[in-house]
């Protein structure tokens, strides 16, 4: 184990934990003494690996505290202590470190206290506890991600109805991409439409947006889809590589398609007319207009 770990290394640790049974107490004293001995080698990792282990052998919480929690100051930090008390069957330590860590730090690395604290207060039956939590991390770093949670965790408690709007209102005030999402993804395609087209004042509604919110309007009003698609073909232009021209083809294709519904395929064609005028100086992309049938 020890040659494993200190100079044969491959893709996974040996965990003295799980091969301890094997090892017995003779075996066991023979590694420690010699995980002792390289203490001051060149392998810190190696080192630390095995020393965090043994710690959690020992049951040696003091020792796992200053081993994974370090400082103290980023979020990690306390997710790993967090994640030792679990692995020591200590749930109220985990909790309350995951707790402290909220408070106490900062980033997107916090998400993951909060997952980590939601998920032992649901598991021990506090669902209100665990949906107070979840409205905390919303409201304190709003996205599409922390309003799904929110809604998860309401529904256990049958009070999502009530906190819907509340949520909505939080999502769009900090990240309104993110609202545009949220109503797409519970079929509010009109309200997503107009909260994206209500000229976006200090964000983008970025290309994925545009690609799901066409899908959506080419349903009922395929001309608008239309113009979303060729919009998303000149976005396409500003780079002249294969990938873009490859990217603007299909987006002319599902252009196509919508103003085949629309009865607008007159209007298309000017507009590819105008694009391939525009664009003649690109011969790879006129070819690749060719093939695909955009004459």
Same mark, same amino acid.
């Given at each position: 184990?020890?040659?494993?770990?200190?100079?044969?290394?491959?893709?996974?640790?040996?965990?003295?934990? /799980? @091969? #301890?049974?094997?090892? +017995?107490?003779?075996? !066991? %004293?023979?590694?420690? =003494?010699? *995980?002792? &001995?390289?203490? $001051?080698?060149?392998? /810190? @990792? #190696?080192?630390?690996? +095995?020393?965090?282990? !043994? %710690?959690?052998?020992? =049951?040696? *919480?003091? &020792?796992?505290? $200053?081993?994974?929690?370090?400082?103290?100051?980023?979020?990690?930090?306390?997710?790993?202590?967090?994640?030792?008390?679990?692995?020591?069957?200590?749930?109220?330590?985990?909790?309350?470190?995951?707790?402290?860590?909220?408070?106490?730090?900062?980033?997107?690395?916090?998400?993951?206290?909060?997952?980590?604290?939601?998920?032992?207060?649901?598991?021990?039956?506090?669902?209100?506890?665990?949906?107070?939590?979840?409205?905390?991390?919303?409201?304190?770093?709003?996205?599409?991600?922390?309003?799904?949670?929110?809604?998860?965790?309401?529904?256990?408690?049958?009070?999502?109805?009530?906190?819907?709007?509340?949520?909505?209102?939080?999502?769009?005030?900090?990240?309104?991409?993110?609202?545009?999402?949220?109503?797409?993804?519970?079929?509010?395609?009109?309200?997503?439409?107009?909260?994206?087209?209500?000229?976006?004042?200090?964000?983008?509604?970025?290309?994925?947006?545009?690609?799901?919110?066409?899908?959506?309007?080419?349903?009922?009003?395929?001309?608008?889809?239309?113009?979303?698609?060729?919009?998303?073909?000149?976005?396409?232009?500003?780079?002249?590589?294969?990938?873009?021209?490859?990217?603007?083809?299909?987006?002319?294709?599902?252009?196509?398609?919508?103003?085949?519904?629309?009865?607008?395929?007159?209007?298309?064609?000017?507009?590819?007319?105008?694009?391939?005028?525009?664009?003649?100086?690109?011969?790879?992309?006129?070819?690749?207009?060719?093939?695909?049938?955009?004459?």
């Amino acid at each position: 184990m020890v040659k494993f770990c200190f100079m044969d290394q491959d893709f996974f640790e040996v965990d003295p934990v /799980r @091969y #301890a049974p094997a090892l +017995a107490d003779k075996g !066991l %004293a023979v590694y420690r =003494r010699e *995980v002792a &001995a390289r203490s $001051e080698g060149a392998d /810190r @990792y #190696a080192f630390r690996y +095995a020393a965090e282990r !043994l %710690a959690i052998l020992d =049951r040696d *919480v003091s &020792a796992l505290v $200053e081993m994974l929690g370090g400082d103290l100051t980023s979020p990690y930090q306390f997710q790993r202590v967090a994640e030792a008390m679990l692995e020591l069957d200590l749930p109220d330590d985990a909790l309350r470190w995951a707790l402290d860590g909220i408070e106490r730090t900062s980033g997107w690395q916090v998400d993951k206290l909060y997952d980590l604290a939601a998920g032992l207060l649901a598991g021990r039956g506090d669902v209100i506890g665990a949906l107070r939590l979840r409205r905390e991390q919303h409201d304190r770093m709003p996205s599409a991600t922390t309003y799904a949670l929110v809604r998860s965790a309401a529904d256990t408690t049958g009070g999502w109805e009530t906190l819907r709007a509340e949520a909505r209102a939080v999502l769009g005030a900090r990240d309104p991409g993110g609202l545009v999402d949220v109503l797409l993804a519970d079929g509010e395609s009109e309200a997503a439409w107009t909260l994206a087209t209500t000229d976006p004042v200090g964000w983008e509604v970025g290309e994925h947006r545009w690609k799901r919110l066409a899908e959506a309007r080419a349903v009922t009003h395929p001309a608008d889809a239309m113009v979303v698609w060729f919009r998303l073909v000149d976005d396409a232009l500003t780079t002249a590589d294969k990938r873009s021209y490859q990217a603007a083809v299909r987006y002319l294709k599902a252009a196509k398609k919508a103003a085949a519904a629309a009865d607008a395929m007159v209007e298309f064609e000017v507009r590819v007319a105008g694009l391939r005028e525009t664009h003649r100086r690109r011969p790879s992309l006129i070819a690749m207009l060719d093939k695909a049938g955009f004459a």
